[in-house]
């Protein structure tokens, strides 16, 4: 019988001590039925399940589930989707903790499911990986050989060594600031690093609207998603529309998240 490994309980405890909702390791009759799933292990699997394709999953096959999944943070979908953006980022970033990850399924705006899956471009998230169940849960597996290792790493910074923060879930609109010659200097990063490459640069008088409040070393970023990608934004490369932002449009979004996620 599938059974939920040490090291995945671990996470859901942390998980559940800093606010996060812990949805589950091992999957329910629905998964069962279909027997493909990482929340599945080797005895509920169907012959050349999609989980245990890989060298690394054949290696680790018992009958351990080899996932989790997370709902609301702090309370919120806001919070659940800036866990996802940094889980998207540091992914993509190739991470030292995120090598055991195989996927990473969920939305960024509560809408689009994307997905990041090691076995596809590491810089690309993938539009419609998942159901739309992951508009309002985000699913992490690991591949099956990791069954023993630490899986906290990676969250512990998130939530506690604040290398990335995100300080305030709001909607703001910003124009490039401009350089001496005229120049705009909105530019679009991949992650809050002003080393990170620059993945977009956004033209002058371009109106772009951010999501959260990031704090990154030190450093006052914004989220933003741009052409489906999460992207950060140097706070002092821009310049706000509005100041103070706009609550009520984000009010809207979560209340119309709320209603379509039953
Ligand atoms: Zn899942």
């Given at each position: 019988m599938t059974f939920r490994p040490a090291a995945l309980t671990t996470l859901g405890e942390f998980l559940v001590s800093r606010g996060v909702v812990n949805l589950g390791v091992v999957g329910d009759a629905k998964h069962a039925k279909k027997g493909v799933s990482y929340h599945l292990g080797r005895d509920q699997l169907a012959a050349d399940a999609y989980s245990a394709r890989t060298v690394r999953d054949k290696a680790g096959l018992s009958d351990a589930a080899s996932a989790i999944d997370v709902g609301k943070v702090g309370g919120t979908f806001e919070g659940l989707r800036a866990l996802t953006a940094f889980l998207f980022a540091q992914c993509r970033a190739g991470a030292?903790?995120?090598?055991?990850?195989r996927e990473v399924i969920g939305s960024l705006d509560g809408k689009e499911v994307l997905g990041w899956s090691d076995l596809a471009d590491h810089s690309k998230l993938i539009p419609g990986y998942g159901d739309k169940t992951h508009r309002t849960h985000t699913h992490i597996s690991f591949y099956r050989d990791s069954e023993t290792r630490d899986k906290v790493a990676l969250f512990r910074r998130y939530f506690e060594e604040g290398d990335v923060r995100i300080t305030a879930i709001k909607g703001e609109d910003w124009k490039p600031s401009l350089g001496a010659s005229g120049a705009s200097n909105g530019v679009l990063r991949a992650t809050p690093d002003r080393a990170a490459a620059v993945m977009d640069r956004i033209a002058a008088e371009t109106v772009v609207r951010s999501i959260a409040e990031v704090s990154a070393n030190g450093e006052n970023w914004r989220l933003t998603e741009h052409l489906g990608q999460a992207r950060y934004m140097l706070r002092s490369d821009w310049t706000p529309l509005v100041p103070g932002g706009d609550p009520a449009v984000d009010a809207r979004l979560t209340e119309y998240i709320e209603r379509t996620a039953g």
């Amino acid at each position: 019988m599938t059974f939920r490994p040490a090291a995945l309980t671990t996470l859901g405890e942390f998980l559940v001590s800093r606010g996060v909702v812990n949805l589950g390791v091992v999957g329910d009759a629905k998964h069962a039925k279909k027997g493909v799933s990482y929340h599945l292990g080797r005895d509920q699997l169907a012959a050349d399940a999609y989980s245990a394709r890989t060298v690394r999953d054949k290696a680790g096959l018992s009958d351990a589930a080899s996932a989790i999944d997370v709902g609301k943070v702090g309370g919120t979908f806001e919070g659940l989707r800036a866990l996802t953006a940094f889980l998207f980022a540091q992914c993509r970033a190739g991470a030292p903790d995120t090598a055991d990850i195989r996927e990473v399924i969920g939305s960024l705006d509560g809408k689009e499911v994307l997905g990041w899956s090691d076995l596809a471009d590491h810089s690309k998230l993938i539009p419609g990986y998942g159901d739309k169940t992951h508009r309002t849960h985000t699913h992490i597996s690991f591949y099956r050989d990791s069954e023993t290792r630490d899986k906290v790493a990676l969250f512990r910074r998130y939530f506690e060594e604040g290398d990335v923060r995100i300080t305030a879930i709001k909607g703001e609109d910003w124009k490039p600031s401009l350089g001496a010659s005229g120049a705009s200097n909105g530019v679009l990063r991949a992650t809050p690093d002003r080393a990170a490459a620059v993945m977009d640069r956004i033209a002058a008088e371009t109106v772009v609207r951010s999501i959260a409040e990031v704090s990154a070393n030190g450093e006052n970023w914004r989220l933003t998603e741009h052409l489906g990608q999460a992207r950060y934004m140097l706070r002092s490369d821009w310049t706000p529309l509005v100041p103070g932002g706009d609550p009520a449009v984000d009010a809207r979004l979560t209340e119309y998240i709320e209603r379509t996620a039953g």
